[in-house]
């Protein structure tokens, strides 16, 4: 079937499993086959390969070897894998979830790792005190709807200098971009509650009302990524605030205490996914009160 078809594509089937039926992939397929071959020299290849037989030299490879294999693979027999492992006198055989012949997936890639680098282990994580800075902007669909998307791609670049300049101003570290705003570390929540009281005003010029919450707490750092129970606080405080509110933890308050900043409680909070009601306070700078 190969060599009467071959430029086709149909070897799709074998190798990446009949989902990838697709116009595009059997498209892409033909196209490696044209490439690699000729109608006659395939047919020469594919046969040549039929009689390649390596049993009678497998007892000579002593070399550390890994053969991997998954079940019902249509481009090579399971078995033949696992008699294969079995006559190389140091080879390890090892079963991959059941799957396409070319698939590379993460059991495929973590077999690999292991064998070449020995057993892999998670990403260390690091649980560090820190405040967190949500903000996010408030009918952010709206706006993109009225600007499409060139506008509206130009106007966060605005949103994002501004942005820029004031965590360099504050002493913070953007930890992610969310798309309509960002999620901020700072080393005290004095200095973020002041650089979202700031951002309020600065962004609300250049046509963009945000909403922000503030917290402090232990986060977990994983690499470049963080989380952690006070992530997700200060994520939902500042979905709860209103256009140009800022919100904040009573831890805030109260390690804030003296800085000059007024704190209204809105009363217990529930907020979505917390097991327990958040005490959550409205912040605002006295008037005449430089920051």
Excluded at 93 to 115: K, N, V
Excluded at 198 to 209: E, I, M, S, Y
Excluded at 242 to 248: H, R, T
């Amino acid at each position: 079937m190969l060599i009467e078809h071959w430029g086709e594509g149909q070897i799709k089937g074998a190798l990446y499993g009949e989902g990838a039926d697709t116009p595009a992939v059997r498209d892409m397929l033909g196209r490696f086959e044209r490439a690699c071959a000729s109608p006659a020299m395939a047919a020469m290849i594919l046969q040549a390969m039929t009689q390649i037989d390596a049993r009678d030299i497998l007892p000579t490879v002593h070399t550390r070897a890994l053969v991997l294999a998954r079940p019902n693979d249509l481009m090579v027999p399971f078995e033949a894998s696992r008699a294969l492992a079995a006559g190389m006198p140091n080879a390890e055989f090892r079963a991959l979830p059941p799957g396409p012949h070319a698939a590379l997936d993460s059991a495929l890639a973590t077999e690999a790792l292991d064998f070449v680098c020995g057993p892999t282990s998670s990403p260390t994580s690091e649980r560090v005190l820190a405040t967190v800075l949500f903000t996010d902007i408030v009918g952010s669909t709206e706006q993109l709807s009225s600007q499409g998307d060139r506008g509206w791609r130009l106007q966060l670049n605005v949103h994002d200098q501004v942005v820029d300049r004031m965590l360099w101003k504050y002493g913070g570290q953007r930890a992610k971009h969310t798309g309509d705003g960002i999620f901020a570390l700072f080393d005290g929540p004095t200095k973020a509650t002041r650089c979202a009281l700031d951002l309020v005003p600065a962004l609300a010029t250049r046509g963009f009302n945000i909403r922000a919450g503030v917290h402090i707490g232990e986060c977990e750092r994983r690499g470049a990524e963080w989380s952690g129970l006070a992530v997700h606080t200060g994520a939902r405080i500042g979905a709860v605030a209103g256009a140009g509110e800022v919100l904040a933890s009573r831890t805030v308050r109260d390690l804030s205490a003296g800085s000059g900043l007024r704190f209204e409680s809105l009363g217990a909070q529930h907020l979505k996914g917390l097991p327990e009601d958040t005490e959550v306070f409205r912040v605002t700078q006295p008037m005449g009160v430089p920051f």
